[in-house]
T-cell receptor, first 116, second 111 residues
Framework: DAGVTQSPTHLIKTRGQQVTLRCSPI?????VSWYQQVLGQGPQFIFQ???????GRGNFPDRFSARQFPNYSSELNVNALLLGDSALYLC???????????????FGDGTRLSIL | DAKTTQPTSMDCAEGRAANLPCNHS???????VYWYRQIHSQGPQYIIH???NNETNEMASLIITEDRKSSTLILPHATLRDTAVYYC????????????FGTGTRLTIIP
């Protein structure tokens, strides 16, 4: 079975531009989370979505936004890119949410975003 | 979420058991211990998780102390492919399901 897939794998943008990253969860998984990993650090939580609704948000500016589609895939959008947004952006999916939780999150291999 | 403390780095000889410790002294009753690893240039890989009982799967064993203030991840027969950064994470079992990663332990398997 396919794991979490993310596209594109690499992306180069310039300051001030906007970017959209895409994620397809594992088949049957309804929850998607996004993380940012700066070089040398552990991943930092950005958003979690379940059933197309935002269920959690990390400490990121409003330039970051996301959405989840009826097929449970998700997009992460970042506006007005800054040099500091250069990072590996990871998507993770899990089976469910809430009291049916305690489901491990499974990660894709990420999108490497470089800002020039 | 409770904070975890892990050694920065460890070495282990190939074929030996790798024992990775983690302290989580402020863990609360509804928080699980999760372990992930990240091999260079890949996303984190789920290994195992547990609440208070010891757990074992095809990848590893998780030993949690009776007071739940610390745990040990055991890779029974380490191979070169186990070289990675290992993250110990404490997470509530429902509600806010974010994973809070620290800096992890860089495990190097030596031939």
């Amino acid at each position: 079975d396919a794991g979490v897939t993310q596209s594109p794998t690499h992306l180069i943008k310039t300051r001030g531009q906007q970017v959209t990253l895409r994620c397809s969860p594992i088949s049957g998984h309804k929850s998607v989370s996004w993380y940012q990993q700066v070089l040398g650090q552990g991943p930092q939580f950005i958003f979690q979505y379940y059933e197309k609704e935002e269920r959690g948000r990390g400490n990121f500016p409003d330039r970051f936004s996301a959405r989840q589609f009826p097929n449970y895939s998700s997009e992460l959008n970042v506006n007005a890119l800054l040099l500091g947004d250069s990072a590996l952006y990871l998507c993770a999916s899990s089976l469910d949410f809430g009291f049916r939780g305690n489901q491990p999150q499974h990660f894709g291999d990420g999108t490497r975003l470089s800002i020039l | 979420d409770a904070k975890t403390t892990q050694p920065t780095s460890m070495d282990c000889a190939e074929g030996r058991a790798a024992n990775l410790p983690c302290n989580h002294s402020t863990i609360s009753g509804n928080e699980y211990v999760y372990w992930y690893r990240q091999i260079h240039s890949q996303g984190p890989q789920y290994i195992i998780h547990g609440l208070k009982n010891n757990e074992t799967n095809e990848m590893a064993s998780l030993i949690i102390t009776e007071d739940r203030k610390s745990s040990t991840l055991i890779l029974p027969h380490a191979t070169l492919r186990d070289t990675a950064v290992y993250y110990c994470i404490v997470r509530v079992n429902f509600g806010n399901e974010k994973l809070t990663f620290g800096t992890g332990t860089r495990l190097t398997i030596i031939p």
